[in-house]
């Protein structure tokens, strides 16, 4: 199975400024039919599901605001908030899709300072 | 814009069997692009994929070893839906359950909390 590692479990940023969260995996995810890799990110608020932000590593879903931002390759990816917002405060998960099973990283609680 | 309604039990007994529906709209359950999930979420087990299941000119299914055994997804082409069976539960089997669409998992049912107790 291929392990997602992701860091950190939380942190506190003020209103306006940067969040960035870290995912490993522990192989590579690149997809050889597009080049691309298999790296999804996603936002959970408490009582519903985790809504889809990212894929491919940093292809924005249609409707999602453009501070919202994912970068790498490889084995090592990023997930930027670039402008803080309060609706912002989730739990954000990265997700590889590269083969089955399908698997998570545990997840970072993002909170306003 | 896909939709997925769940429906089916909240209380199983240890020992029994789940049983989860997921009825598709704005897609069909028999594209040959798509792939139908089901996954779990607990405080102890975090996000769980249990397994999925889609049609390539026939049907195949993916399971996580985890489950393996117990589990069973089924597509309805009639209806247009996928359904999850997991046996001989336990309490340890007690989460909120969800069924997705994709890879990266595009379309979320709404959950259902699955609670095994006697």
Not at chain 1, 9 to 14: E, Q, T
Not at chain 1, 73 to 80: C, E, K, L, W
Not at chain 2, 23 to 33: K, R, T
Not at chain 2, 66 to 84: E, H, M, P, W, Y
Request: glycine share 8%; proline share 4%.
């Amino acid at each position: 199975d291929i392990v997602m590692t992701q860091s950190p479990d939380s942190l506190a940023v003020s209103l306006g400024e940067r969040a960035t969260i870290n995912c490993k995996s522990s192989q590579s995810i690149v997809y050889s039919a597009n080049n691309k890799d298999s790296l999804a990110w996603y936002q959970q608020k408490p009582g519903q599901p985790p809504k889809l932000l990212i894929h491919w590593a940093s292809t924005r879903e249609s409707g999602v605001p453009d501070r919202f931002s994912g970068s790498g390759s490889g084995t090592d990816f990023t997930f930027t908030i670039s402008s803080l917002q309060a609706e912002d405060v989730a739990v954000y998960y990265c997700q590889q899709y590269y083969s089955v099973p399908l698997t998570f990283g545990g997840g970072t609680k993002v909170e306003i300072k | 814009q896909v939709q997925l309604q769940q429906s089916g039990q909240g209380l199983v007994k240890p020992s029994q069997t789940l049983s989860l529906t997921c009825a598709i709209s704005g897609d069909s359950v028999s594209a040959n692009s798509a792939a139908w999930n089901w996954l779990r979420q607990s405080p102890s087990r975090g996000l769980e994929w249990l397994g999925r299941t889609y049609y390539r000119s026939k049907w195949y299914n993916d399971y996580a070893v985890s489950v393996k055994g117990r589990i069973t997804i089924n597509a309805d082409t009639s209806k247009n839906q996928f359904s999850l069976q997991l046996n001989s539960v336990t309490p340890e089997d007690t989460a909120v359950y969800y069924c997705a669409s994709g890879y990266g998992l595009h379309y979320w049912g709404q959950g259902t909390l699955v609670t095994v107790s006697s």
